[in-house]
């Protein structure tokens, strides 16, 4: 069973909108057109089983609307993640609201949502998150689409494992987008999960990849594409070619991310 731990895709009409903008700040190319059906023909001919969709609240005003719709548009092969703003008072409300209709994680963009990983005021938020057993995305490292300042760096990161169980953490981006000789001093090893998105491809240096596996290992290695703006066909051949022992490629490509989410693993029906 093949599972993209990262990818994006927005309601229709949001879509429309969404995707040029985006595409044009952070000078990207879309493989998809942004919608949810468009998505699944990108996994169809990935031959991807599941994928999770990663939505923002990118402003606090729109935090309802954002889990409404991935409450909504969860179930079958795509896994929507919510997302909480830490600037809506209602935050703590909303959780327990995608918990309560089953959503199985959230993601936060420290850029987009105008924090800094390690603030003092966000520590509730994990601790929360993690009391109600879900499973925590971070946009982690350089956001080719915002530039600096970084939110969520690997040294900001330190102070947040010192003081939260990060156990059910994911950092996006193989630990740090462009920071990556800083995780492998920093965060490798350390008890978190990781994901490829927007790594492969000629993104990341291949020995640098080979050797936060070595010193991560590989049960805490999760495939992701950040989708549209890679290829799923692509990276799951660069997975495969970058990973060529098969029992490892199962465990990124599927299996860590079925323990991670409490899945089965029989592959849903298309």
Same mark, same amino acid.
């Given at each position: @069973? ?34 949810? #059906? ?23 005003? #729109? ?14 092969? &795509? ?9 809506? *008072? ?7 609201? &995608? ?30 998150? #993690? ?14 689409? &915002? ?26 981006? @193989? ?52 989708? *549209? ?42």
């Amino acid at each position: @069973m093949v599972i993209d731990f990262h990818a994006h895709a927005f309601p229709d009409a949001l879509a429309v909108r969404a995707i040029p903008k985006l595409a044009a700040a952070g000078n990207l190319h879309p493989y998809t057109d942004g919608t949810a #059906q468009d998505l699944v023909r990108s996994m169809d001919e990935a031959g991807i089983d599941a994928t999770v969709v990663a939505n923002i609240a990118t402003n606090p005003r #729109q935090m309802h609307n954002v889990n409404s719709w991935a409450i909504e548009a969860n179930g079958g092969r &795509l896994i929507q993640f919510g997302s909480v703003h830490p600037e809506n *008072p209602e935050w703590e409300e909303e959780l327990y609201r &995608l918990r309560d209709a089953g959503v199985l994680g959230i993601k936060l963009h420290p850029d987009y949502q105008g924090f800094f990983v390690d603030q003092p005021q966000m520590f509730p938020i994990y601790r929360k998150v #993690q009391e109600l057993g879900f499973v925590l995305l971070f946009h982690s490292g350089y956001d080719v689409g &915002l530039g600096e300042p970084i939110h969520c760096t690997p040294e900001r990161l330190i102070h947040v494992m010192e003081e939260v169980d990060c156990s059910r953490f994911v950092l996006a981006h @193989m630990g740090a987008y462009n920071q990556w000789d800083d995780v492998l001093r920093l965060v490798a090893g350390k008890n978190i999960y990781m994901d490829t998105a927007f790594c492969f491809g000629g993104r990341m240096p291949e020995e640098l990849f080979d050797a936060l596996l070595r010193v991560h290992g590989t049960d805490k290695i999760l495939f992701g594409t950040d989708s *549209p703006w890679a290829e799923q066909k692509a990276y799951v051949q660069d997975c495969r070619r970058l990973v060529p022992d098969p029992e490892v490629q199962e465990k990124i490509l599927g299996g860590n991310a079925i323990r991670l989410l409490g899945l089965h693993s029989q592959e849903p029906t298309r």
